[in-house]
């Protein structure tokens, strides 16, 4: 490829990402290690204290200490249950809508995004006046619910338009040579919907485990998540190098889940499923 070509195609696309993806990770890296003034403003000299502050070791008391790495389980645990949720009603939801005729199919997918036409804080907001007569709010049920409802279009999405492309003649076939419907199901219909199942599982996980909207509104101070501890540090505490490192430390682990999807994925890899 010609450096002309390579200005004319893929130029672009990397002064986009680099733009806008490479230099603000450069600039928050740099952040990361510096310190924070006495009046919450950012200076030098340049130390790895950040970095130490993130993976538990308190360099003020010289000790070890677990609270991020007890956040960090905890907002896993939180976005991987709230995506298991997402998959056992999204999934067969998906198929109801594309089983549909087309009118009805449409009202199905209006009332599916309809909500994105209204701020997402004042929905949330909104589940605050639904679960106070039940003493609901704050709690780890009120967080689920919370974030099943804000994230379960992003998972219905991807699978709705995997279905509508299945080819029914493969169950039909199998059906034919005598399996059961439930591994006709498997052999026949499942695979073609991977792909879109996969998508809705990323974007369904990655977002709910950067949340900090749900988790500080409806779950309180006990469901703290990794992205509430990253937003009160640029913003109550005023400790941007802090929040930097505490970022990274959010990217490396939805990296590290990527990675180990792609891995567990075998010879295909994501690129392929996706």
Known sequence: MTFRRFLTTLGPGT?????????PLLIMLGYSLLTRTDLAQVGQPMTPENWARVFGYDTLFQEWVTDNLRVLWRSVWLAGVSTLLCTLMGYPLA??????????????????????????????????????????????????????????????????????????????AAQDLGASP??????????QTLPGLVAGILLTFIPALGTFVVSDIL??????LIGNLVQNQFGQAGDWPYGSALSFLLMGAVLLGLWVYAR???QKGLEELL
């Open 182 to 191: 439930v591994r006709a199901f498997f052999a026949g219909v499942f695979p």
């Open 95 to 172: 198929f109801y809508i594309a089983g549909q005729a087309a009118r009805k199919k449409n009202l199905l997918l209006l009332l599916l995004i309809i909500p994105f036409w209204t701020n997402f804080l004042i929905r949330v907001y909104a589940w605050i006046l639904i679960l106070r007569p039940f003493d609901l709010v704050p709690s780890l049920t009120a967080t689920f619910l919370g974030m099943v409802y804000a994230f379960l279009p992003f998972f219905v999405l991807p699978v709705y338009s995997s279905v509508e492309k299945v080819d029914w003649r493969l169950l039909e």
């Open 15 to 23: 002064l986009w990402l680099g733009t806008f993806l490479v230099v």
């Open 264 to 266: 567990a994925a075998g």
């Open 219 to 224: 779950g309180g101070a006990k469901t703290a």
